[in-house]
């Protein structure tokens, strides 16, 4: 599921000057959507681009008339009417001018305040209309969200109202699912980056890593070396997954570690031989010597945790080799070959090791799935690789 950061910014906010410096915060950010007013449209699309979403009400022939508001990407009704209770609600929800707007097309969202249980059953009534429906919680916040996501299921973009990096967490992770989206009600730049913080978070993968035992550790002759420099810098516990055989991945650490002869390289990986993958966002992998500037890479923490990098570079030059050979839990024996040199450094039970002092029966941490591969996407097919 891909999750996104919507940007409230409408009149109730305050006036243009306010809304415009939290919108340019947003788009600072990364928001994906800014919500705002019908007449605000053509200026946020001035300010940057961004997926644009407009209040409307059912008379949305507005949109087209003399006061020549620009289109939004998404046509939101409830503000002013029914979704936020300046219009009570029908008994008869058959009644809706709400409902009836979606119904005839003329809106893509709905816009609906969880007063009570009545507004609960309002917004999943349209859920079955709108391509977003968009809750926002008052005194209850994860009880009718619980409800509305076990309820809704596919039917809908389901967004959720929150003030803070906490609340987004908790409505990403709620039921285990969680909501497509939040609607982000803030100024603050700080609680704006780290709510998108926490939108990247929830969509990248955690690794089980494993620890296997080195069986050999061999120099080899010269081979062609990729060093892997990305647009981003590396923490200290941070690395890239490279192996000779897809189905077994070895940690190797960017080189931030300081030393006496060279300086660090913290946006580096010193990854291998021209032929070993690299593992890249989403599970797939690429060949080393295929990477080059603009390529997404997986940056991988020892602790399973990823991230996305973009290469900058990749530089390739040749190098005296290492062939180091692991034996995992199942028995499965893996390999790659590493540069020679002390500034290559793997991660080992005792920690940050370099691979010259890499020796037989030492556990190293590498990432395993029994699968085969073609063209980097995995394939149910039997391959042998030695």
């Keep these: 599921m891909t999750r996104s950061v919507w940007l409230k910014a409408d009149d109730t906010v305050g006036d243009w000057e306010t809304r415009r410096e939290r919108i340019t915060a947003g788009l600072e950010a990364g928001v994906d959507v800014v919500l705002v007013d019908a007449k605000d449209v053509d200026r946020v699309r001035e300010l940057g681009q961004v997926t644009v979403a407009a209040f409307v009400g059912d008379d949305v022939h507005v949109m087209d008339s003399d006061d020549d508001y620009g289109e939004p990407d998404i046509r939101v009704v409830g503000k002013g009417g029914e979704g936020d ?15 009836t707007t979606l119904r005839r097309g003329n809106a893509d969202a709905s816009y609906v305040r969880i007063l009570n249980q009545e507004y609960e059953t309002f917004a999943q009534e349209a859920a079955t209309e709108a391509d977003y429906t968009v809750v926002i919680g ?6 009718p969200l619980e409800n509305l996501i076990a309820r809704i299921g596919d039917e809908t973009e389901l967004v959720t109202g929150v003030r803070n990096a906490e609340e987004a967490r908790t409505a990403f992770e709620t039921l285990e699912l969680g909501a497509d989206a939040v609607l982000l009600d803030s ?14 978070a929830s969509e990248r993968e955690q690794l089980d890593l494993e620890y296997a035992t080195v069986t050999a550790v061999e120099e080899t ?3 062609d070396r990729v060093c892997v420099d990305t647009g981003s810098m590396f923490d200290h516990d941070e690395g890239m997954l490279v192996g000779s055989m897809s189905r077994g991945l070895f940690f190797v650490h960017a080189e931030t570690a300081e030393s006496p002869y060279v300086a660090s390289r913290p946006f580096r990986v010193n990854a291998g031989a021209v032929h070993a993958y690299a593992r890249t966002p989403g599970g797939g992998t690429k060949y080393l010597a295929e990477l080059g ?11 399973g945790s990823t991230r996305e990098a973009i290469v900058g570079r990749a530089k390739i030059e040749k190098r005296p080799m290492f062939r ?9 024996r893996i390999e790659t070959l590493l540069q020679n040199a002390e500034t290559i450094k793997v991660a080992t039970e005792d920690g940050r090791t370099a691979v010259t002092e ?3 029966g ?5 990432y395993y799935e029994d699968t085969a591969r073609h063209f980097g996407e995995e394939v149910d097919e039997s391959i042998i690789e030695k």
């Design 85 to 99: 209770s300046t219009v009570d609600l029908p008994s008869d929800f058959s009644g809706s001018a709400d409902l």
């Design 138 to 143: 008052e005194d209850w916040q994860i009880i």
């Design 187 to 200: 100024g603050d730049v700080g609680t704006i980056r780290d709510v998108v913080d926490v939108r990247d």
């Design 358 to 360: 890499l020796e037989a």
């Design 324 to 332: 180091v050979e692991a034996e995992t839990e199942n028995g499965d």
């Design 293 to 303: 500037s603009g390529d997404e890479v997986q940056i991988v923490a020892t602790d």
């Design 362 to 366: 030492d556990e190293i941490l590498v």
């Design 221 to 223: 002759g010269s081979a």
